[in-house]
């Protein structure tokens, strides 16, 4: 069987990250990544939770356990109903909703879920593997997930694209306006004021007093 340091390693180039990227990438010095992947030195909690926020298996890193079924297993039909649902949620869980609104195809989750199930060894007297899913707080369901959504996709790039200078103007501006009023604004309204006025100046990258005045005066009522 494989070792810690060793399945480590092979995350790693899974995702296609040399050491020196993936060092950058979860915060420690490229001397500790090649020690925790030679097996010189053990890794601790912290790194463990954020090798797992850069999308590695820790699981299988601990444990050497199977990372999920081949996509020729993924054919045999008792696994292929597990993969696709069935009537396992009926009344319970409404997966297609859930992937509408994460804007996630079927076929992505369908991967994603395969790539997630693992085998455990049953207790019966046969010892026959049979599916099951381990439950971590490991796992790399949330960033695999992640990754297949549209809808998580936009948010980030959007993130990405923000403009915190226009941002921090607007904020400043808005609580200048409410402060020779000697007003204070809910903060549900001052989001909404916020975002309102964000997206009026951001073509033109130029805060407008007389708008925010004015904003400010409609929010107050």
Request: hydrophobic share 40%.
């Amino acid at each position: 069987m494989s070792t810690f340091s060793e399945r480590l390693r092979e995350e790693r180039k899974r995702l296609g990250l040399s050491q020196t990227e993936f060092a950058k990438a979860v915060g420690v010095h490229l001397n500790t990544q090649s020690r925790y992947e030679k097996g010189h030195t053990e890794p601790d909690m912290a790194y463990l939770e954020a090798i797992s926020q850069a999308g590695v298996d820790v699981v299988y890193v601990l444990s050497g356990m199977a990372r999920g079924f081949s996509e020729e297993e993924a054919k045999r039909p008792e696994i292929r109903r597990l993969i696709g649902g069935g009537d396992l949620w009926q009344g319970e869980f409404d997966c297609d909703f859930f992937l509408e609104v994460l804007g996630i195809t079927k076929g992505d989750w369908e991967d994603v879920v395969r790539r997630n199930l693992r085998r455990w060894d049953s207790e019966q007297p046969s010892g026959k593997a049979i599916p099951g899913v381990v439950a971590s707080s490991f796992s790399s369901w949330g960033p695999e997930i992640a990754r297949a959504s549209r809808v998580i996709g936009g948010l980030i790039e959007s993130a990405s694209s923000l403009d915190s200078a226009l941002l921090s103007k607007v904020l400043e501006g808005l609580d200048e306006a409410l402060s020779v009023r000697g007003e204070t604004m809910p903060a549900a309204k001052k989001a909404q004021a916020v975002a309102m006025l964000y997206r009026s100046f951001k073509a033109s990258g130029k805060v407008d007093p007389a708008m925010i005045e004015e904003a400010v005066k409609l929010a107050l009522g």
